[in-house]
């Protein structure tokens, strides 16, 4: 079991950035990926990025988000982040962090074991 608690978000102009931060702890050396979906009000969960966790840092993005947003981690600090820059209203949503334990598909939610609570991003226009 890993434990996600995210943090970092908050309300911010359009054309603005924030910094999620994700806090993992428990069997974090059993993640293979972490990743970051957001969801809005009525739609479904939707894939941001995701970083391969152990041996590496091979990234993927949603095409929506690619050259705005940027996945990162620290190992040490079992931390993941999401630096999000030229922020829109659209991207308002809650934003999720979640840990896989095996296997690729990291742009699908289902594959994930662990999420945390969310942390809720507004971008206003």
């Known amino acids: 079991q890993v434990r996600l608690v995210e943090s970092g978000g908050g309300l911010v102009q359009a054309g603005g950035s924030l910094r999620l931060s994700c806090a993992a702890s428990?069997?974090?050396?059993?993640?293979?990926?972490m990743g970051w979906f957001r969801q809005a009000p009525g739609k479904e969960r939707e894939f941001v990025a995701a970083?391969?966790?152990?041996?590496?840092?091979?990234?993927y993005y949603a095409d929506s988000m690619k050259g705005r947003f940027t996945i990162s981690k620290d190992n040490a600090k079992n931390t993941l982040y999401l630096q999000m820059n030229s922020l829109k209203p659209e991207d308002t949503a809650v934003y999720y962090c979640a840990a896989k334990s095996s296997g690729p598909s990291y742009r699908i939610a289902s594959s994930y074991d662990n999420w945390g609570q969310g942390t809720q991003v507004t971008v206003s226009s």
């Open positions: 428990g069997r974090t050396l059993s993640s293979v990926a």
């Open positions: 970083i391969t966790w152990i041996g590496g840092s091979i990234t």
